[in-house]
């Protein structure tokens, strides 16, 4: 999967209560997404089945889509106090586990990255080209993203996606960054009128993680079936994602929106804009001690190992 050093976590989150009646242990899942949302359907709800299938009823699971268990700022809070957890896109043993999950005291699961974040405008905002970004306001994920679409010339907001179809609707913003998926489940391809097709703005990364303290009370061959089937979820969901967002673009055609590719030119003018934001980014965190340029080199020689390999 193609992707720029621009994902951010999405909060998702694994909490395991004390073990009643016939079940060894009950899982509590919360995140932020619609019930419906592609990476529900294709992570959690997948990643939940399998694991009936093999533990049967040693295992149950409670699901809180949608923020019903916390907000999604609060998750990894309540992951703490021993309610659910936070993770990003990393495996134990990894760089950013060590910097970042086992502080914290969570263990990743399943992880996975959305394919590369389009354009999609509104009718009024009349974008078919790169030079129409210039001056639009749109919803973008904090961060590199924000940098990505200021390198494009337009002006980045910050909101939750629940809060765009509204927005849009109104004339807040003219549009956002969101994958095709994305588009879809959350309805704003109701009232999307044009949207690129091949460009790059970046992910996001969604992990599910369960808490060290949790993970450490579970029976053994609990831990290497969660383990397994997470690692089974991962490379399973990138490519129905990137599948999903081929036809949901056909799609999206046929209910009358313009989906447009960049020329070579205009895509060669956001991988330049967008190394001098990648370098902007990692040495904001080196500044704040947290290794950015590390990481991104990291980052980069994965990318091209799997490029190399054909994976």
């Not at 974040?117 to 590199?144: C, H, T, W």
């Not at 804009?273 to 370098?279: D, G, L, M, R, T």
């Not at 080196?286 to 994976?311: N, P, W």
Request: hydrophobic share 40%; aromatic share 8%; charged share 25%.
């Amino acid at each position: 999967m193609k992707m720029t050093f621009s994902y951010l976590s999405l909060c998702a989150a694994f909490a395991v209560a004390a073990p009643v009646a016939a079940q060894e242990v009950t899982i509590k899942i919360a995140d932020s997404l619609p019930a419906d949302h592609i990476i529900t359907q294709y992570t959690t709800n997948v990643f939940m089945e399998r694991v009936k299938e093999e533990l049967g009823d040693r295992v149950a699971f409670e699901h809180y889509p949608a923020q019903q268990l916390a907000k999604a700022k609060d998750i990894l809070s309540i992951t703490q106090a021993g309610i659910a957890d936070i993770g990003y896109m990393v495996q134990p043993g990894g760089k950013l586990d060590q910097l970042e999950f086992q502080p914290n005291g969570v263990r990743v699961l399943y992880n996975v990255a959305l394919s590369p974040y389009q354009a999609i405008f509104s009718k009024r905002a009349e974008v078919a080209s790169l030079a129409d970004f210039a001056g639009k306001k749109m919803r973008s994920n904090p961060g590199a993203m924000e940098l990505s679409l200021q390198s494009a010339g337009a002006t980045p907001v910050r909101m939750t996606p629940p809060e765009i179809f509204d927005a849009m609707s109104k004339g807040t913003i003219d549009g956002a960054l969101l994958p095709f998926a994305s588009t879809f489940s959350y309805g704003l391809n109701q009232i999307v009128s044009s949207a690129t097709r091949n460009a790059n703005f970046g992910s996001v990364g969604i992990t599910y993680s369960i808490s060290q303290r949790k993970w450490d009370s579970l029976p053994a061959d609990v831990q290497d079936v969660l383990t397994r089937i997470g690692r089974e979820v991962t490379e399973s969901a990138c490519k129905t994602f990137d599948d999903a967002e081929k036809e949901l673009a056909t799609r999206m055609v046929d209910e009358g929106a313009t989906v447009f590719d960049l020329s070579d030119a205009e895509k060669a003018t956001l991988a330049e804009s967008f190394q001098s934001v990648a370098k902007d980014w990692a040495d904001a965190l080196d500044k704040r001690g947290k290794q950015g340029s590390e990481i991104l080199s990291d980052f980069r020689a994965e990318v091209e190992r799997l490029r190399t390999s054909g994976s």
